[in-house]
């Protein structure tokens, strides 16, 4: 049984850092490209950041330079590094495989982020 648990989330001023995570089990997890997805209030939801398993790294441009992906494979954990945060990231931030309309796996709680002084 596949499961996807990200954990991190929480109320941070504008200008902090989160750090989340999300564990992987029922999966060979080192072979995928796992991507961290959010969706806000109203909107659809949104592909952030995404790694390889060779650890090639794709950003949405909205967070260049302010989030940083990474992986430990060893742990089948997936890793999300928040900086210089804004009001617009406020979302729910989810992982998973593939097109945010079509991912591989379902989705799993997601961990609330809110930004706000």
């Known amino acids: 049984q596949v499961q996807l648990v990200e954990s991190g989330g929480g109320l941070v001023q504008p200008g902090g850092s989160l750090r989340l995570s999300c564990a992987a089990s029922?999966?060979?997890?080192?072979?995928?490209?796992m991507g961290w997805y959010r969706q806000a209030p109203g909107k659809q939801r949104e592909l952030v950041a995404a790694i390889s398993s060779g650890g090639g790294i794709n950003y949405a441009d909205s967070v260049k330079g302010r989030f940083t992906i990474s992986r430990d494979n060893a742990k089948n954990t997936v890793y999300l590094q928040m900086n210089s945060l804004k009001p617009e990231d406020t979302a729910v931030y989810y992982c998973n495989v593939g097109p945010p309309t079509s991912p591989l796996f379902t989705w799993g709680r997601g961990t609330q982020v809110t930004v706000s002084s």
């Open positions: 029922g999966i060979v997890f080192r072979i995928y490209f």
